[in-house]
T-cell receptor, first 111, second 112 residues
Framework: GQQLNQSPQSMFIQEGEDVSMNCTSS?????WLWYKQDPGEGPVLLIA?????ELTSNGRLTAQFGITRKDSFLNISASIPSDVGIYFC???????????FGKGTKLSVKP | SAVISQKPSRDICQRGTSLTIQCQVD?????MFWYRQQPGQSLTLIAT?????????ESGFVIDKFPISRPNLTFSTLTVSNMSPEDSSIYLC?????????FGPGTRLTVL
C-alpha cells in the first residue's frame, strides 16, 4: 500500500531555534495534513494543504504542498517549550482513498 | 471543526474480555473512522463506520474482532473483542468534514 516517509524521526533543539520536517511519498495525494499529538491526547490538526505549490501559515508554523503532490514540509519558527510533541504528516485522496499517516517526528525543545 | 468525545478515556482490561468504546460528535458527519495507535507508532486505520450499513474494514482487521456500530450520524462504537495484550493501544475516533479530518482524544487500552 501507500506509504509516507517522514523525517527526521526525532529532533532535539534549543528554544528559539527553527525546525523543519518533511514527508515524501511515491504516490500523489490531493490533500496534505499536518497534525501534532501531545502525550495522552489525540492528534490535533495544525495545517491543511489542498493545492500543489500551496504555502500556508498558521502562526509560527508554515507548511507547503509540493509541486509534484508527492511531498510536503512543515517549518516551525522560533520554537518554544510547548512545541514539544509528535508531529505527523498525512496524505488524503491517494489511490487507497483514506488518510495515510507518516511515522511521526518527535520534537524535544530544551528551554 | 467538529468536537469529538470518546468514552472511556482509558481502561485496563483482562485478557479474553471485550471493551466497547463510544464516540460522540457534536454535529452530523457522513464519514466516521476508527484508528489504532500502538505504543510509539503512527496511526493505522481499522475501519470506516458507515451509517445504516456494515463497516468497511481495512486489511488485517475483521468484524469479529472489531465489531462497529453506527446507529446515526453523530455516534459510533468500536468493540475490541476477546482481548489479548497485543491489543494494548490507543483507539481513536475520527471524522471527516470539508476536506479535513479531525480526531477524538483517544481511548488508551491496556490489556493484562
Amino acid at each position: 500500500g501507500q506509504q509516507l516517509n517522514q523525517s527526521p524521526q526525532s529532533m532535539f533543539i534549543q528554544e528559539g531555534e527553527d525546525v523543519s520536517m518533511n514527508c515524501t511519498s511515491s504516490s500523489i495525494f490531493n490533500t496534505w495534513l499536518w497534525y501534532k499529538q501531545d502525550p495522552g491526547e489525540g492528534p490535533v490538526l495544525l495545517i491543511a494543504l489542498y493545492k500543489a505549490g500551496e504555502l500556508t501559515s498558521n502562526g509560527r508554523l508554515t507548511a507547503q504542498f509540493g509541486i509534484t503532490r508527492k511531498d510536503s514540509f512543515l517549518n516551525i519558527s522560533a520554537s518554544i517549550p510547548s512545541d514539544v510533541g509528535i508531529y505527523f504528516c498525512a496524505g488524503l485522496g491517494g489511490s487507497q482513498g483514506n488518510l495515510i499517516f507518516g511515522k511521526g517526528t518527535k520534537l524535544s525543545v530544551k528551554p | 471543526s467538529a468536537v469529538i468525545s470518546q468514552k472511556p478515556s482509558r481502561d485496563i482490561c483482562q485478557r479474553g474480555t471485550s471493551l466497547t468504546i463510544q464516540c460522540q460528535v457534536d454535529s452530523q458527519v457522513t464519514m466516521m473512522f476508527w484508528y489504532r495507535q500502538q505504543p510509539g507508532q503512527s496511526l493505522t486505520l481499522i475501519a470506516t463506520a458507515n451509517q445504516g450499513s456494515e463497516a468497511t474494514y481495512e486489511s488485517g482487521f475483521v468484524i469479529d474482532k472489531f465489531p462497529i456500530s453506527r446507529p446515526n450520524l453523530t455516534f459510533s462504537t468500536l468493540t475490541v473483542s476477546n482481548m489479548s495484550p497485543e491489543d494494548s493501544s490507543i483507539y481513536l475516533c475520527s471524522v471527516e468534514g470539508e476536506g479535513e479530518q479531525f480526531f477524538g482524544p483517544g481511548t488508551r487500552l491496556t490489556v493484562l
